[in-house]
């Protein structure tokens, strides 16, 4: 069982539509993560937050928005996505500081 | 530029043998190196990590090794079972919640 749960597990949307994805975790970290996989890749990194501060951004464009409303929930809101975008979006948590990050599930993206 | 290289995009091992994955790292900067298992379609697993500061670490049928001088490391699993067959991941910080991560070898376990 994760400890770290995203919702919804797969998604399909269109290039005009707004969606969110959502992440909680249990796991009492106070870092939250935001990756992108590509299949056959390895995760790309998007968005850190640390004490719910968004503390890194790789440069992502702005499409993508995220959300920290508390300690236990990361959403991240989707807007006018391209098809380029479709991929495994995982979460992850860990220790403020901590390397041994924890992902959740992932979510299964299309954009059509 | 590659910082972490696992050159094996795949490995082969028969079950109840020892699996071997290896990674190799540029930058000496690095002070903590991690090992994720990933099944299609799931998040990645964290399975192991080892601190610059040691050159060995064990948990269960997992042990990884840390060559500084040769910048190596390497996931020993034994013995090798079927649930095994993943991808692997190597991955690499040097702080600031970055991690390095290698391509991933996709290990088989054969029955």
């Known amino acids: 069982d994760t400890e770290v749960t995203q919702t919804p597990k797969h998604l399909v949307m269109g290039m005009t539509n707004k969606k969110s994805l959502k992440c909680e975790q249990h796991m009492g970290h106070r870092a939250m993560y935001w990756y992108k996989q590509k299949a056959k890749k390895p995760p790309e990194l998007m968005f850190v937050y640390s004490y719910e501060k968004l503390s890194i951004n790789e440069s992502v464009p702005s499409r993508f928005s995220p959300e920290c409303p508390n300690s236990s929930l990361l959403n991240l809101h989707l807007h006018a996505l391209q098809p380029e975008d479709s991929a495994l979006y995982l979460c992850?948590?860990?220790?403020?500081?901590?390397?041994?990050?924890?992902f959740g599930q992932g979510t299964r993206l299309t954009v059509v | 530029d590659q910082q972490v290289k696992q050159n094996s995009p795949s490995l082969s091992v028969q079950e109840g043998r020892i699996s071997i994955l290896n990674c190799d790292y540029t930058?000496?900067?690095?002070?903590?190196f991690l090992w994720y298992k990933k099944y299609p379609a799931e998040g990645p697993t964290f399975l192991i990590s080892?601190?610059?500061i040691k050159d060995k670490n064990e948990d269960g049928r997992f042990t990884v090794f840390l060559n500084k001088s040769a910048k190596h490391l390497s996931l020993h699993i034994v013995p090798s079972q079927p649930g095994d067959s993943a991808v692997y991941f190597c991955a690499a910080s040097a702080g600031n919640y970055q991690l390095i991560w290698g391509a991933g070898t996709k290990l088989i376990i054969k029955p």
């Open positions: 992850a948590s860990s220790q403020v500081g901590g390397t041994e990050a924890f």
């Open positions: 930058n000496s900067m690095f002070d903590y």
């Open positions: 080892i601190s610059s």
